[in-house]
């Protein structure tokens, strides 16, 4: 059996769907719970936490082994 990118992805939205159909179920209502200043305070923590750990200890310790390249038009 051949795996493709193709089922990936739409396993990927049938589970969207999946969880969409869920919420709504459930009456949880996505905007105003994005709008949330707790959520929006939780997505920007997480945001900075992401960063930070691509930036030291991801892209740094990666980017000492890329060769450097030069700008310059001639």
Do not use: C
Request: charged content about 15%; hydrophobic content about 45%; proline content about 4%.
């Amino acid at each position: 059996m051949t795996y493709t990118k193709q089922r990936g992805f739409v396993k990927t939205i049938i589970l969207i769907l999946i969880a969409l159909i869920a919420l709504s179920y459930f009456g949880i209502d996505l905007e105003q719970a994005t709008k949330g200043p707790l959520f929006v305070k939780n997505v920007s923590f997480t945001w900075h936490v992401i960063e930070k750990v691509w930036t030291d200890y991801i892209w740094h310790p990666l980017s000492s082994f890329l060769p450097k390249t030069s700008t310059g038009g001639q």
